[in-house]
């Protein structure tokens, strides 16, 4: 009896044994795919989720560096005269607009009438002595006078000329019209005149003013193109490349954001912030932008064209985790159910980011673009 009594029990638990699941099958009963969720419309909406695709975009590596506004060096003119005299006149203001020949002042001194003088008597001379070398030169064709003769003449003629050409260059010099000069009038004054197109930045003279030729009387500034001149750390150097885009912003004015183009690479490192300097070239359409102003800027180097999607689509948790969501579900469909992919980024831009999936995405895939981290919350409750 005991004997069959115990094969009853241990058949009993035999039975139990079988009929109970085992830890590896609880687990398996309770395991939910963390790459999918599911929502319903409200959810959608509540999370403010929102679908796109990946597109096409222009990004770049971007360098940072701070810098100013600089003149272009034959945009700024410090504007004198080449003769001593007396300030006589003065025709314009500081900030006055001025175009390239404006006459800025006069002068007056006796070395202007002197020099006026000479011109007119060596031009005189000049015509006489190109008569006299043209008789010289008949004469001696006809055998009548020696070669000597000839020669004198045309050394006469020779010296005549470049003193006439030296007087015509000083003329231009002191801007005295070589027109009235040529009908024998003398004018009493010298003009000052504007080499460059610009604005009257400084002015140094007063009427009555005695002035000399080492002496700045005005200086003249054209920001209508102005280089941003930047410095940039020793280790980014070799990505930078002449034509490359420069985006800057500057600190005592809106963030409005303009842009320049590098047109210059420094050769040398400064030792003591171990930097170098890149020039940019800017084209200065606003009144309000002035030299010398500072700035911070982005070098954007090695732009392409590459997929790429809002930063906030993507998910990063790591360089062997960073995915996105996207669902194939319809979009009126009363449950969306997403699925995660991993994705590998790269440039960064303008909240824009390269994206490069690590599997193939469906092409009816809709892919989220914001919400992201609302999907990936309900995922987490999900596990739960």
Partial sequence: MRTLAGIVICLFMAGCSHSLPSEEDKGQEGTIDPGLVVLNQEQIEIGKITFGKLTRRVLSRDIKAKGKLILRWQKNASVGTMINGTVESIFVSVGDRVSKGKLLATITSPEII??????????GLLEFQRSEYERQELLNEEKINADKRLQEARKNLTDLEAQYQSLRMQM???NIPLEALDRGKIQPVAGIVSPIAGTVEEMEITIGQYVEPNETMFQIIDKSNLLLELRVFEKDVPYIRIGQRVTFTLANLDQDIYESTVI???RTVEE????VKVVADFPNISQYILPGMFCSAEIHTDEQEMDALPEEAVIGEGLSNTYIYYTR??????????QRMVVRTGFSEDDYI??????????DARIVISGSYYVKSAALKQLE
Avoid: H
Avoid at 272 to 275: E, G, K, M
């Fill in 114 to 123: 002197e020099v006026q003088q000479r011109y007119i008597s060596v031009r």
């Fill in 172 to 174: 231009a010099m002191f």
């Fill in 264 to 266: 210059s690479i420094g």
């Fill in 272 to 275: 003591d912030a171990r930097t």
């Fill in 329 to 338: 579900s319809p979009e009126m469909d009363s449950l969306i159910t997403f």
């Fill in 354 to 363: 390269q994206v490069t999936p690590l599997d193939t995405i469906p092409p």
